[in-house]
Every structure is written in structure tokens, then in C-alpha cells.
């Protein structure tokens, strides 16, 4: 009994060895009804180099995602503080300065945001009281985009002001002085809400308009506007006196909506028209104006007064 069952073992054994013309070295080959209890499986080389001797590694953890690192509390201080200074700069002078410098308001509060802001304002203030007449320059290079608002009153004299787009922009209590200076832009200046302007002397270079009236007042005195461009002086509203000056354009001047406009010893030439008036803009000559072609509509008013 022991021999015929140590038979029957002896060929399954047999039977289940892995036979040379069956495959290459490493795999194994089962064939024949075989029942295998496996209970650890290690596959590697005989000479040693493998770790097959080695204990099993047990499954482990997924290790956890490394965590960012976060700045020192010190750093993100110190950079609020610079950005809400950064804050109070740009409100006492009206430029933006480098745009990463504010990256650190995201962690100041609307007290900390509120407080760089009316600093910002009274500084600027108190510069305007030391000045003479109130009238400060801006810290400005002449090279990105101006805003005057919120009381401000500058002067800016003797500057080449070379800008893609608006060049100067005023509002909400402005008052400026542009004195001597040279601009090319798109556009020159934009007198908007509340604001006062006044351009003495200087050679304008725009691609589209020299200034653009929304509202307010605005002089020009002495001012050369050269170029092909669309309107040269266009008024929407508001006051506008031009005086001693030479304006050219496809349209010199433009007077629409309620425009009150006095043109005193001036010449206006536009290769479209000199003048075009509409809406109920009036528009006044005084002196010695020389004027090319005129356009008025039905409702707007061109009066010719003794010098």
C-alpha cells in the first residue's frame, strides 16, 4: 500500500516538473489534474545576486502626498506690510508701480486695507498744502498710463510723454497743469467728471485724438495737434476754451451733446471738416479763428464774435 501510493506521488511529481522544450528558464509549467497548496512563492536566480532569502515584504500604507511649504509666518508679515505700502504709494501718487507688490493683500484685513488707503490720501494732501499754489508733480516717467482723481491738483512741465493708449486720464476733483510737454499717444488726455485741464504749450502727436471732453473744463492755450488723426479735439459736454493754438485732423474739432466751446485766434484744419458741431453743443469764434470746412446740425449753434 505504502509503495503504490509512494508510486502514484513519484509520477505527479514527475508529470509536474518543468519540462526543457516547454519554455525558458524561470517559468513554470503545470500539467495534469495537480491539487498545489502554495503557501510563499519566490522567483529568482541560484547565484546569489537576487535577495530570494530575503523575508517577505508586507503590503504597506500608501505613503501620504508631501505637504507644500508654507512661508515662515515672518515672511507673509513682512510682505503685507510691503504690499499695504505699496497701497499708500499708489493712492498719494495715482501710479501703479510693479503689480507683485500687492501680492500680499490677500492677507490684510478691510481695517489694515481701509488705514493704507486714508494714509495714502493724506499724504497727499499734505504735499499739495506744502506746495506752491497746491500744485505738486506726480511721480510720473511719462512712460505708462496717468490718473489724476480724487482731489488731486498736479502740475506736469517740460516732459516727452510717449504712451500706447490713454495717456492721461482726469477725474473726480482733478485739477492739472500740463505745461510744455509733448505727448504722443492714442490718446492724449480724457477730461472726465468733475475735473479741470489745462494744456499750455506743447506739441501733440496722437493716432486717434488729441483729448476727449466727457465733462468738466478744459483749455488749451499755444498747443500744435499734428496727424491724421480722427478727431482731434472731440467735446462732449462740459467747457471748452481753445486758444492760439493749431489743430489738425481728419476733424479738428468735434462739439456735440451739450458742449459749450469758444475758439479764440486759432486755426482748425481737418481734412474731413474743421468744425463739426451737433447735438446743442454752441460753439463761439473770437478773433482772428481760421476755419476750414464747417458741419452744424439743425440744433447746434456757431456764433462768429468781434475781437
Known sequence: MVLAFGGIGWAA?????????AGEAGEIIIRGPVQLQIDEL???????GD???APPVEDA??????RAIEAAPAQLAAEKREALHALSDTVRGGVVGNPDAFDGLSDASEVELFTAMVGGVLAKEAEVDASPGG???PPWDGKE?????MGDKWIIRDKTIDVQGVAITT????RLHLVDCDITADIGLIVMMRSEASVQGGTMRPRMGFAQQLYGQLSLTGVEVLGDNVFAIDIGNGRTVISD????????????????VRIVDSTLTGTTAALDVGGTANVELTGGAQLGTVEKGRTATVVELPH
Open 171 to 174: 477725474m473726480a476733483g482733478c
Open 42 to 48: 519566490r522567483i529568482g536566480g541560484s547565484d546569489g
Open 245 to 260: 493754438s493749431k489743430i489738425s485732423g481728419k476733424t479738428a474739432v468735434r462739439a456735440s451733446g451739450a458742449a459749450q
Open 51 to 53: 535577495e530570494d532569502d
Open 145 to 149: 498710463p496717468l490718473v489724476c482723481g
Open 13 to 21: 511529481w514527475r508529470w509536474a516538473r518543468p519540462q526543457d522544450a
Open 61 to 66: 500604507p500608501p505613503a501620504a502626498p508631501p
Open 135 to 137: 500744485f505738486v508733480e
